[in-house]
């Protein structure tokens, strides 16, 4: 384990469902991200989140929400999801925001029906 | 923005050659590039990284050397082991987030 914990592992949803991503770390790190990585695709950025405050979003649809209640975990609200969000969405952690060193969880792998 | 560009999408090697990866980078500006390697059902690992300072860094079997000229950098692996088997992915940073390319599956077959 590396110290970042993301739950659950796996998630299969229908396209009217809600559901959430969780993660979380205690290792005193202060910045919290995710990523969506699908197959031979790079790694996209989605948030970014330093001292609990959004400070970043790339353009990803309303349809992903994120909400950081304290510096240790990171949620990711999904509803109305499409197919094509199929994917495995990580979260990553870093000692700052200007800290390049990136520790990333599992993953939930997501499938959307 | 910055786009990294990586080669080769696979790569099979027997147990105990060398393995080499090669990345592209477009932005002058970035100065800090990590290597990380994912295990199957795994998030990817931080394994090495170099700063635009240095042309070379090595960490037992593993090295990462870098043209910043050229705007290239590699990951070699000597001596790989099965265990090397994963999916490799480079990443470059300059002022912004980091830009990942798309990944590496080594083989390593015994």
């Known amino acids: 384990e590396t110290g970042v914990t993301q739950t659950p592992r796996h998630l299969v949803m229908g396209m009217t469902n809600k559901k959430s991503l969780k993660c979380e770390q205690h290792?005193?790190?202060?910045?919290m991200y995710w990523y969506k990585q699908s197959a031979k695709k790079p790694l996209e950025l989605m948030f970014v989140?330093?001292?609990?405050?959004?400070?970043e979003n790339n353009s990803v649809p309303s349809r992903f929400s994120p909400e950081c209640p304290n510096s240790s975990h990171l949620f990711l609200h999904l509803h109305t999801l499409q197919p094509e969000d199929s994917a495995l969405y990580l979260c990553?952690?870093?000692?700052?925001?200007?800290?390049?060193?990136?520790?990333f969880g599992s993953g939930t792998q997501l499938s959307v029906l | 923005g910055e786009n990294v560009e990586q080669h080769p999408s696979t790569l099979s090697v027997q147990e105990g050659d060398s393995a080499v990866i090669k990345c592209t980078y477009s932005?002058?500006?970035?100065?800090?590039f990590p290597w990380y390697k994912q295990e199957l059902g795994k998030g990817p690992q931080l394994i090495i990284d170099?700063?635009?300072?240095?042309g070379e860094k090595k960490d037992q079997r593993i090295a990462v050397t870098l043209n910043k000229t050229a705007k290239h950098f590699s990951l070699h692996i000597t001596e790989t082991q099965p265990e090397d088997s994963a999916v490799y992915f480079c990443?470059?940073?300059?002022?912004?987030?980091?830009?990942f390319g798309k990944g590496t599956m080594l083989l390593v077959s015994p």
């Open positions: 290792l005193g790190h202060n910045a």
């Open positions: 990443a470059a940073k300059g002022y912004s987030t980091l830009t």
């Open positions: 170099i700063r635009s300072n240095v």
């Open positions: 932005d002058s500006a970035s100065n800090y």
């Open positions: 989140y330093n001292f609990k405050e959004q400070t």
């Open positions: 990553a952690s870093s000692q700052g925001r200007e800290t390049e060193k990136l520790l």
